[in-house]
C-alpha cells in the first residue's frame, strides 16, 4: 500500500497561487493513477483532479479546470496541485489520493489517502 504525505497548504489572498504537494513512499507509486480531493466545512469530499499512472492523461472537476495543474514525478515519488487564481470557494482541506488499481488512467476507488493539508483563500 502507498503512504502518502501532503504538504504546501497555507492561507492565500483571492487570486493568488499555491503548489500542493503529496510525497508518496513505496516502490509501486508510478504503478497508480492519483488524485487530488477537497473538502470544504459541511460539505462532501469532492473529486478536484487526477493523473494517470503514466502522467500522459490529466482530467479536473469543472470548477477548477483552467486554473489547477495535477502533475507527477515519477522518480521523486511525489504529485503536485498547482493551484492558480485562487478563489474564496477553493478553501479546503485537500487530500491526495492513489488508485485502486495498477496502470489504470483513472483513480476507481482510491485504495490510500494522506492526511490533508488546509487551503484557506481570503477574500
Known amino acids: 500500500q502507498v503512504q502518502l504525505v501532503e504538504s504546501g497548504g497555507g492561507l492565500v489572498q483571492a487570486g493568488g497561487s499555491l503548489r500542493l504537494s503529496c510525497a508518496a513512499s513505496?516502490?509501486?507509486?508510478?504503478?497508480?493513477?492519483m488524485g487530488w480531493f477537497r473538502q470544504a466545512p459541511g460539505k462532501e469530499r469532492e473529486f478536484v483532479a487526477g493523473i494517470s499512472w503514466s502522467g500522459v492523461t490529466t482530467y479536473y472537476s469543472g470548477s477548477v479546470k483552467g486554473r489547477f495543474t495535477i502533475a507527477r514525478d515519477n522518480a521523486k515519488n511525489t504529485v503536485y496541485l498547482q493551484m492558480n487564481s485562487l478563489k474564496p470557494e477553493d478553501t479546503a482541506v485537500y487530500y491526495c489520493a492513489a488508485g485502486g488499481s495498477t496502470y489504470t488512467d483513472t483513480l476507481g476507488v482510491p485504495s490510500s489517502w494522506g492526511q490533508g493539508t488546509q487551503v484557506t483563500v481570503s477574500s
Open positions: 513505496g516502490r509501486t507509486f508510478s504503478r497508480y493513477a
